[in-house]
């Protein structure tokens, strides 16, 4: 019984760290193409339009994404 019990607390070590490492690799894309795209572009909003740097928009983008993502996964669960 410890056997299997060991078995499968391995593999789901074995399933965080691969996510981990996947999410970590994820944010360094990130970082480095925000990094590179520094020239500045014209959002237009609904009403108003402002420019920004692209890694400001890259980042936002991101970051909303993100939350859409947890909060449809959390309402599933």
């Known amino acids: 019984m410890s056997d299997d019990r060991s078995t499968e607390e391995r593999s789901i070590r074995a399933r965080q760290t691969i996510r981990l490492l996947v999410w970590v690799a994820g944010v360094a894309a990130l970082v480095v193409f925000a990094a590179v795209n520094t020239q500045k572009v014209a959002v237009d ?3 108003d339009e402002t420019d920004l740097q692209l ?3 890259i980042a936002g983008s991101a970051v909303v994404g993100a939350l859409i993502g947890y909060v449809t996964r959390w309402r599933r669960s």
Request: neutral net charge; hydrophobic residues 100%.
């Open 45 to 47: 909003w609904l009403f």
């Open 55 to 57: 890694w400001v928009v």
